[in-house]
């Protein structure tokens, strides 16, 4: 199995920026179809985007579309999301997750078969 830590969550002004890391450790990292998952408080589980196994296809629930990329470093094990343009809507705690059982870039969290704890996207208005 593999073991996911996100880190670069914080709190930062309507407009600005964050870059999420999520690191890996366990199997092959390159095995895993990667995706960032966010829970705002009261709310369900929501795709954000994900990355395919060699980083060279990615997806984005419409919402981050233009404002938020996904890419991911198979060399130190490790997958990023950029978000830009940051919106108070955008605040939530952040997952990151893996998938290893199909090249699809999969939109529902019931699909990916591990889990970060989460890092706190905190966006004032």
């Known amino acids: 199995q593999v073991q996911l830590v996100e880190s670069g969550g914080g709190l930062v002004q309507a407009g600005g920026s964050l870059r999420l890391s999520c690191a890996a450790s366990?199997?092959?990292?390159?095995?895993?179809?990667m995706g960032w998952f966010r829970q705002a408080r009261g709310k369900e589980r929501e795709f954000v985007a994900a990355?395919?196994?060699?980083?060279?296809?990615?997806y984005y629930t419409y919402s981050v579309k233009g404002r938020f990329t996904i890419s991911r470093d198979n060399a130190k094990n490790t997958v990023y999301l950029q978000m830009n343009s940051l919106l108070p809507e955008d605040t939530a705690v952040y997952y990151c997750?893996?998938?290893?059982?199909?090249?699809?870039?999969?939109?529902?969290?019931?699909?990916?078969?591990?889990w970060g704890v989460g890092t706190q996207v905190t966006v004032s208005s």
């Open positions: 997750a893996a998938e290893e059982n199909s090249p699809d870039l999969r939109t529902y969290p019931s699909l990916y078969d591990y």
């Open positions: 990355i395919s196994r060699g980083g060279g296809t990615t």
């Open positions: 366990g199997r092959t990292f390159s095995n895993y179809v």
